[in-house]
């Protein structure tokens, strides 16, 4: 019997059923296209106990999070001027200085740390990926290239000191167990340290049909119900909470060792609890409606695709992201209809998508192209995007979102 993976109920209930797809960073060279693909059940439940949102099939972390991962942050200008914003608000309000220990699990390329490093704040990272591992450590950065649990924790506190902020930044859905990756926090904080948690919020995935956002490396869709609740299983609470706008809604949660932390809880913690509440995120009927907008969305697309197939129009895609990937396998979208996508990381450029296997290419093949229409796959950086590639209105382009409705401008 499936299990909750935070309170072990049984009472799990339906939520999106996206059929099945491959991983949705597993992007393909030109010898693995001879090669057939793994494809893996994606279904989402949802505990009617704790309201955690999860995945049925979860595949193991290092199925997931390989050597070659291919997510690097830095590649977003908004996601860097959102690190910058973070670090300049919390050296102010934790007092961080050139005493203080920061520790960032998830650290990835150093996209953060480097600015931690510059304020001349000591700090380590803990990230699991050999390619962005040695990203960050090119850049200075020490790095405990592990997944973080209590072992992992214990052992990077003993190594470097405790820390007086641990950040996590969208790596609380990445964890298959939740309690012992709060375990490692734990591990990692001093008495009275605190830690950051960012991460995609669930009324944002619910209310704005934000589907694609589901894929085989998130094991959990978050709310402050469901974060409390885990979070209180390892004698940690949150005191404080912050709705931001990253990843098309996120919240940023603040929390402390139960017992000896020292910050009052916020108003804005009650507060939110209370919102998801009148909201519906506590009760079953919230979730349904999903599945159906998701199918709505998939149709839009394939009719626009064919559409502009059979007019003559050319249309291609920029951002080879997870979320692009969820999008496209489930309207089964293939090279006949979307000839290429762009994207800026060198680390994607000369392989192809996993699944629909659209080749992936450098900007330039645009300006050769010359597309109708260019199709924004990561929409949550939509803005950035459009003013990137505004040459493209140069011939009459245009450009089209699928989510959370197609939209062209």
Same mark, same amino acid.
């Given at each position: 019997?499936?299990?909750?993976?935070?309170?072990?109920?049984?009472?799990?209930? #339906?939520?999106?059923?996206?059929?099945? $797809?491959?991983?949705?960073? %597993?992007?393909?060279?030109?010898?693995?296209?001879?090669?057939?693909?793994?494809?893996? #059940?994606?279904?989402?439940?949802?505990?009617? !106990?704790?309201?955690?949102?999860?995945?049925?099939? #979860?595949?193991?972390?290092?199925? =997931?999070?390989?050597?070659?991962?291919?997510?690097?942050?830095?590649?977003?200008?908004?996601? &860097?001027?959102?690190?910058?914003?973070?670090?300049?608000? $919390?050296?102010?309000?934790?007092?961080?200085?050139?005493?203080?220990?920061?520790?960032?699990?998830?650290?990835?390329?150093?996209?953060?740390? !480097?600015?931690?490093?510059?304020?001349?704040?000591?700090?380590?990272?803990?990230?699991?990926?050999?390619?962005?591992?040695?990203?960050?450590?090119?850049?200075?950065?020490?790095?405990?290239?592990?997944?973080?649990?209590?072992?992992?924790?214990?052992?990077? @506190?003993?190594?470097?000191?405790?820390?007086?902020?641990?950040?996590?930044?969208?790596?609380?859905?990445?964890?298959? *167990? =939740?309690? *012992?990756? /709060? @375990? %490692?926090?734990?591990?990692?904080?001093?008495?009275?340290?605190?830690?950051?948690?960012?991460?995609?919020?669930?009324?944002?995935?619910?209310?704005?049909? !934000?589907?694609?956002?589901?894929?085989?490396?998130?094991?959990?869709?978050?709310?402050?119900?469901? /974060?409390?609740?885990?979070?209180?299983?390892? *004698?940690?609470?949150?005191?404080?909470?912050?709705? =931001?706008?990253?990843?098309?809604?996120?919240?940023?949660?603040?929390?402390?060792?139960?017992?000896?932390?020292?910050?009052?809880?916020?108003?804005?913690?009650?507060?939110?609890?209370?919102?998801?509440? *009148?909201?519906? /995120?506590?009760? &079953?009927?919230?979730?349904?409606?999903?599945?159906?907008?998701?199918?709505?969305?998939?149709?839009?697309?394939?009719?626009?695709?064919?559409?502009?197939?059979?007019?003559?129009?050319?249309?291609? @895609?920029?951002?080879?992201?997870?979320?692009?990937?969820?999008?496209?396998?489930?309207?089964?979208?293939?090279?006949?209809?979307?000839?290429?996508?762009?994207?800026?990381?060198?680390?994607?450029?000369?392989?192809?998508?996993?699944?629909?296997?659209?080749? =992936?290419?450098?900007?330039?093949?645009?300006?050769?192209?010359?597309?109708?229409?260019?199709?924004?796959?990561?929409?949550?950086?939509?803005?950035? /995007?459009?003013?990137? &590639?505004?040459?493209?209105?140069?011939?009459?382009?245009?450009?089209?979102? @699928?989510?959370?409705?197609?939209?062209?401008?």
């Amino acid at each position: 019997m499936v299990r909750c993976l935070n309170c072990e109920a049984a009472s799990l209930s #339906p939520f999106i059923d996206l059929g099945s $797809a491959p991983l949705s960073n %597993g992007y393909l060279t030109e010898s693995s296209l001879a090669v057939a693909e793994s494809w893996h #059940p994606l279904r989402v439940v949802v505990c009617s !106990q704790c309201w955690l949102a999860q995945t049925v099939t #979860p595949l193991s972390s290092t199925d =997931i999070f390989t050597t070659d991962y291919a997510y690097f942050s830095s590649t977003s200008a908004s996601w &860097l001027r959102h690190s910058e914003r973070f670090v300049a608000d $919390a050296t102010t309000r934790f007092n961080l200085d050139e005493s203080s220990m920061v520790i960032e699990v998830a650290a990835n390329d150093g996209y953060l740390l !480097q600015i931690i490093r510059e304020r001349e704040i000591p700090c380590v990272g803990i990230e699991p990926t050999t390619s962005t591992a040695n990203a960050a450590r090119a850049r200075g950065i020490p790095i405990v290239e592990e997944f973080l649990g209590r072992a992992t924790g214990e052992q990077t @506190a003993q190594a470097y000191g405790a820390a007086d902020l641990v950040v996590g930044n969208n790596v609380l859905a990445h964890v298959p *167990d =939740i309690h *012992d990756f /709060v @375990a %490692g926090i734990r591990a990692l904080l001093k008495p009275n340290g605190v830690v950051s948690l960012e991460f995609p919020w669930v009324t944002a995935l619910v209310d704005g049909s !934000q589907f694609d956002t589901i894929y085989h490396e998130h094991y959990s869709y978050l709310s402050l119900h469901s /974060v409390a609740s885990i979070l209180g299983c390892g *004698d940690m609470v949150v005191f404080d909470v912050e709705e =931001i706008p990253t990843h098309g809604g996120s919240l940023r949660v603040f929390a402390q060792h139960e017992a000896t932390g020292a910050f009052e809880i916020s108003a804005a913690v009650p507060r939110l609890m209370q919102f998801e509440r *009148d909201h519906g /995120v506590t009760t &079953l009927d919230y979730y349904e409606t999903l599945q159906d907008r998701a199918e709505q969305i998939k149709n839009g697309l394939l009719s626009f695709l064919l559409q502009c197939k059979e007019s003559g129009a050319y249309v291609a @895609a920029y951002g080879a992201a997870a979320k692009g990937n969820t999008l496209l396998n489930f309207a089964g979208v293939r090279p006949d209809l979307l000839p290429f996508v762009v994207d800026r990381s060198s680390s994607k450029i000369g392989k192809w998508m996993p699944g629909s296997r659209i080749p =992936i290419l450098k900007e330039d093949a645009i300006r050769c192209a010359r597309p109708d229409f260019m199709l924004i796959l990561p929409w949550n950086i939509a803005d950035e /995007v459009t003013e990137q &590639l505004s040459y493209v209105r140069n011939w009459g382009g245009r450009f089209v979102q @699928a989510v959370p409705g197609l939209e062209t401008w």
